[in-house]
């Protein structure tokens, strides 16, 4: 059975973890998998966004432990340095959006692929945590300085340094989830929200996702030298000609990407 099944439905891509068995924790070959979904999405003009969801009753328990902390102890990385790596540590950045659905347990590594997704919904029955604190290490995945960012530096390392579990809505509150749904309805919540975004000009969603980038990496100055060059750019691109004779014509534009 694979671990990780990917299906294109138009414009989106749609991953799915599937080792429910297991608590869908991630083992470097299911890494790995990801890796080279992502960075094969990268480059393919057909993908314009990625959806992420879990098979089974939890999102994910965090990593399969007896295989990949040695792996990680001994310094080895499922992703190659080129590769794109959805958890945004290493190798180029990734440039198209990528919105999750959580349900049941969400703890570690799965943690940390929500707080590098762009957006995240969350069914009502979600509980996330970062355990490491327990077992020696830390969210060192990127996690504990996006929550930082997220939820700001008190609750943050309240739970990051606890290891204490919180639910939906406490995550709604902590800007890591940007919707709660029932259980039935949060996956397609989700995916009707990557439809929507993979509608949208590309040219604009791309610059939207690098200004955010920027602001992330070097702070609001830096980001905001993008703006002027931007919007000459996009003014002048094939997609916003489109978009004012869609307008015009009264009816939904059709976007290329130029």
């Given at each position: 059975?694979?671990?990780?099944?990917?299906?294109?439905?138009?414009?989106?891509?749609?991953?799915?973890?599937?080792?429910?068995?297991?608590?869908?924790?991630?083992?470097?070959?299911?890494?790995?998998?990801?890796?080279?979904?992502?960075?094969?999405?990268?480059?393919?003009?057909?993908?314009?966004?990625?959806?992420?969801?879990?098979?089974?009753?939890?999102?994910?328990?965090?990593?399969?432990?007896?295989?990949?902390?040695?792996?990680?102890?001994?310094?080895?990385?499922?992703?190659?340095?080129?590769?794109?790596?959805?958890?945004?540590?290493?190798?180029?950045?990734?440039?198209?959006?990528?919105?999750?659905?959580?349900?049941?347990?969400?703890?570690?590594?799965?943690?940390?692929?929500?707080?590098?997704?762009?957006?995240?919904?969350?069914?009502?029955?979600?509980?996330?945590?970062?355990?490491?604190?327990?077992?020696?290490?830390?969210?060192?995945?990127?996690?504990?300085?996006?929550?930082?960012?997220?939820?700001?530096?008190?609750?943050?390392?309240?739970?990051?340094?606890?290891?204490?579990?919180?639910?939906?809505?406490?995550?709604?509150?902590?800007?890591?989830?940007?919707?709660?749904?029932?259980?039935?309805?949060?996956?397609?919540?989700?995916?009707k929200l990557a439809e929507a975004?993979?509608?949208?000009?590309?040219?604009?969603?791309?610059?939207?996702?690098?200004?955010?980038?920027?602001?992330?990496?070097?702070?609001?100055?830096?980001?905001?030298?993008?703006?002027?060059?931007?919007?000459?750019?996009?003014?002048?691109?094939?997609?916003?000609?489109?978009?004012?004779?869609?307008?015009?014509?009264?009816?939904?534009?059709?976007?290329?990407?130029?």
């Amino acid at each position: 059975m694979p671990s990780v099944i990917c299906e294109r439905l138009g414009y989106l891509a749609h991953i799915r973890l599937n080792r429910p068995d297991a608590g869908n924790r991630f083992s470097m070959e299911m890494f790995r998998e990801l890796g080279e979904l992502f960075t094969s999405f990268e480059s393919d003009p057909q993908i314009r966004c990625t959806l992420v969801t879990a098979n089974g009753a939890d999102f994910s328990l965090g990593v399969d432990v007896p295989e990949v902390l040695p792996c990680w102890a001994a310094g080895k990385s499922p992703f190659a340095d080129n590769q794109i790596n959805p958890f945004g540590t290493t190798g180029p950045k990734r440039r198209k959006p990528l919105v999750v659905v959580v349900q049941g347990q969400c703890f570690n590594a799965g943690l940390e692929l929500v707080l590098a997704a762009d957006i995240a919904i969350a069914a009502e029955n979600a509980r996330f945590a970062f355990h490491e604190i327990k077992f020696g290490t830390y969210p060192f995945g990127g996690g504990l300085l996006r929550l930082i960012r997220a939820a700001g530096r008190s609750a943050a390392m309240r739970h990051s340094l606890t290891g204490d579990e919180f639910d939906a809505i406490e995550a709604l509150r902590m800007n890591i989830a940007a919707q709660v749904c029932t259980a039935t309805e949060a996956e397609a919540v989700g995916r009707k929200l990557a439809e929507a975004i993979s509608s949208k000009a590309p040219l604009a969603v791309q610059a939207a996702m690098d200004q955010a980038q920027s602001w992330a990496d070097h702070g609001e100055a830096v980001a905001l030298t993008h703006s002027v060059p931007d919007i000459i750019r996009l003014l002048n691109s094939r997609d916003a000609q489109e978009a004012m004779r869609a307008m015009a014509e009264g009816r939904p534009p059709q976007f290329s990407g130029h």
